[in-house]
């Protein structure tokens, strides 16, 4: 069974200095927090905002690409945590044809973003993260950190970046 999540919100994780996007469900059941890198929280933070560059990013080359082959994007899905990493798939539609493409969460959860479509992730992997944690399972976010995160963001200029897009 596959549950539907939102993203909760992008924050820094204080222990590793890593970045990282945190789902939840609608019903505030389930929260899956996911490392990923600065340059992927980027790319889902942009549209998130309501932002726009210039020039496509690559995940919105993806989707103009994919509007041009007559295909559209359904769903993303997280499918599997397999040693400590999270796997994910792409679900498009085609004509009659349904397609599965592989994918890292970070870019399926800036597709899902950019295309405004569900993000879902498979219950048994949210259970057995509550199992592994015992139930008690929480994330709890230093508002610090967050902040600290947010003016990064916020900070952010394709000026002061070596290459243009």
């Known amino acids: 069974m596959l549950i539907k999540m939102e993203i909760f919100g992008l924050a820094m994780d204080e222990k590793t200095n890593m970045p990282l996007v945190i789902l939840k469900d609608e019903e505030d059941r389930y929260i899956l927090p996911i490392w990923i890198g600065a340059l992927e929280a980027m790319a889902i933070s942009i549209p998130l905002k309501g932002m726009s560059m210039p020039r496509p990013m690559t995940h919105d080359l993806f989707l103009n690409t994919l509007n041009n082959l007559d295909a559209h994007l359904l769903h993303v899905e997280v499918t599997e945590l397999k040693e400590s990493t999270y796997y994910a798939v792409l679900v498009m539609q085609r004509g009659e044809s349904q397609l599965r493409i592989d994918s890292r969460p970070s870019d399926a959860i800036a597709m899902a973003v950019r295309a405004k479509v569900p993000i879902m992730v498979r219950q048994q992997i949210l259970e ?38």
Not at 128 to 150: C, F, P, R, S, T
Not at 152 to 160: P, S
């Open 128 to 165: 057995d993260i509550m199992k592994e944690h015992q139930g008690n399972y929480q994330v709890v976010l230093d508002d610090e950190e967050g902040k600290k995160w947010a003016e990064i963001l916020e900070k952010f200029n394709l000026d002061d970046t070596k290459y243009k897009m």
